[in-house]
């Protein structure tokens, strides 16, 4: 199976900052990495598809870059809707494997 | 509007059966795969089962292949886990999540916000 990291595994940031998390893979997966966003209790939301291509209805300070095996997600000016916790997910290979998460709070 | 809701979570003994379903709204359900992907405590995602759009193609995890068995009923736009054999480490909470395309291609534009199973003596 593809394994996926990410780092940092948390950060705390202010509204208005910009955040940048990256998701790596064991092995080259192409551009086929997807970013979600979960808040507790909630289900996860598509927030980036084929790591750049940015999901219908998804503000446009979200952005993902990235290809083979090292992607990044921006968050470019942090809005109080978005703390909460960010996976990256691969859909190269099955089985598609998921990153731990990135947790975002309030600093 | 888009809408995924479980149904069936509950405690169960291990050895045990269980079936979750996960009806569908605000979308063309028939024409779309749907997956189950759970969280256990503590734990990351994890993939478990995709079914194609028409039911022909399925794929499981290793985890619980064997065991547990994906369906749905396109006429009720209902997708199913029937989940057999079940063992404390299968205790997660279950999503179902909607691919972006019909066969299935792993990427979910989609999820319900979940159904606690709970496998414990």
């Known amino acids: 199976d593809v394994q996926m990291t990410q780092s940092p595994s948390s950060l705390s940031a202010s509204v208005g900052d910009s955040v940048t998390i990256t998701c790596r893979a064991s092995q080259n997966i192409n551009n086929y990495l997807n970013w979600y966003q979960q808040k507790p209790g909630k289900a996860p939301k598509l927030l980036i598809y084929t790591a750049s291509s940015l999901q219908s209805g998804v503000p446009s300070r979200f952005s993902g870059s990235g290809s083979g095996t090292t992607f990044t997600l921006t968050i470019s000016s942090l809005q109080p809707e978005d703390f909460a916790t960010y996976y990256c997910q691969q859909s190269n290979s099955r089985p598609p494997t998921f990153g731990p998460g990135t947790k975002v709070d309030v600093k | ?121």
């Open chain 2, 1 to 121: 509007e888009v809408q995924l809701l479980e149904s069936g979570g509950n405690l169960v003994q291990p050895g045990g059966s269980l079936r979750v379903s996960c009806t569908a709204s605000g979308f063309s359900f028939s024409s779309y795969a749907m997956s189950w992907v759970r969280r256990a405590p503590g734990k990351g995602l994890e993939f478990v089962s995709l079914i194609s759009d028409n039911g022909a193609s399925t794929d499981y995890a290793e985890s619980v292949k064997g065991r547990f068995i994906i369906s749905r009923d396109n006429s009720k736009n209902t997708l199913y886990l029937q989940m057999n054999s079940l063992r404390v480490e299968d205790t997660a909470v279950y999503h179902c999540a909607k691919d972006m395309d019909d066969y299935g291609e792993y990427n979910f534009d989609y999820w319900g916000q979940g159904i606690l199973v709970t496998v414990s003596s």
